[in-house]
């Protein structure tokens, strides 16, 4: 009797501890998340990964834990993620969430960041706030993650890939095939070729080799022509420039002097050519009757003698 007394006892004080623990677990869990503020987070992408009590981190600083995750009532093609912050985080206007994988677990966990200092925190708004608010919390935004954008650009990046595999195909056919044969097979008759006039190549690389530096010595040479071009004008090319300067000018003294002759004689000229010269051909013209006068007495003088100047000429006989 007395050793079932004991039992009853143990079994009593067991359970009493039991039950204080879990109030104790309990309490310090609800005193440690009083302070915690819940957000909403829709995800149109696949959760694969994310659990209950899987973390959230701002920026890399852990600050809360997922606490539902469920399909959206309202919109299936949604999954509504329910997230537990602690106070102090700064869930901003312009905070965005997206779901990320930690290692090689499988394991996923919510990333928030994104917000601009200075804008206001995202809440619930005073008016009209089942439509921003619609289960009762804030609502952060999302956007897609490395993974999400990857999905999402998955059937774009098949197509691609299989466009270029059917350009491959195409560019890769048997005539194709043939003639990239065919251009082999010529390359390397052109490189046996190549090898075999691989003397005369060497010869000929040779020859241009001597050519360049015969064209450097000819360029070196044609420097010092121009050199000694140049050093001669300055020599004797300056003195001759200097004589020629004074014969331009001796020239230019001279056709102002001929200059202020010529002015100087039209005066002259004008007279001549309007007074003297009718004077001169009146003349002309006197001493030409006078010669032909001349001409006729000596004509008369030969043909009848000199009583033909001082006398009447004679009658010829009258015949009846």
């Not at 694969?48 to 852990?62: C, D, R, T």
């Not at 619930?124 to 439509?131: F, H, K, S, V």
């Not at 993974?147 to 299989?162: C, M």
Request: proline share 6%; aromatic share 4%; hydrophobic share 40%.
């Amino acid at each position: 009797m007395e050793t079932r007394s004991n039992h009853v006892l143990v079994g009593t004080v067991t359970l009493l501890l039991l039950a204080a623990i879990m109030i104790a677990a309990f309490w310090f869990s609800r005193l440690s998340q009083g302070d915690n503020k819940e957000y909403d987070i829709f995800f149109k992408q696949s959760v694969s990964g994310l659990a209950k009590g899987s973390g959230v981190n701002y920026a890399g600083v852990p600050s809360g834990q997922v606490e539902k995750i469920e399909l959206w009532k309202r919109d299936p093609s949604f999954v509504k993620v329910r997230i537990s912050v602690r106070d102090g985080t700064p869930i901003l206007q312009g905070t965005t969430a997206t779901i990320q994988g930690v290692g090689f677990t499988g394991v996923s966990e919510v990333v928030l960041d994104g917000a601009v200092k200075g804008a206001p925190p995202i809440q619930c708004p005073a008016q009209n706030a089942p439509a921003a608010c619609p289960d009762g919390v804030p609502v952060i935004p999302t956007k897609p993650g490395a993974l999400g954008e990857l999905l999402n650009n998955a059937p774009q990046l098949l197509e691609r890939l299989s466009t270029l595999t059917e350009r491959l195909t195409e560019l890769l056919d048997d005539k194709n095939q043939q003639s990239i044969a065919g251009i082999l097979a010529n390359v390397e008759r052109i490189s046996g070729s190549l090898a075999d006039r691989s003397p005369e190549i060497a010869a000929t690389l040779a020859e241009a080799r001597i050519a360049v530096q015969r064209t450097g010595v000819a360029v070196e040479q044609i420097g010092k022509l121009a050199a000694t071009t140049d050093s001669l004008l300055n020599d004797q090319g300056k003195p001759l420039m200097a004589d020629l300067r004074k014969t331009v000018q001796s020239a230019n003294r001279s056709i102002d002097t001929l200059d202020k002759t010529i002015s100087a004689a039209q005066p002259g000229v004008k007279s001549f050519s309007t007074q003297t010269m009718p004077e001169v051909n009146q003349l002309v013209r006197d001493l030409r009757e006078m010669s032909r006068a001349f001409r006729g007495v000596a004509e008369k003088l030969d043909q009848q003698g000199a009583g033909s100047i001082v006398g009447s000429p004679k009658l010829p006989d009258y015949k009846p």
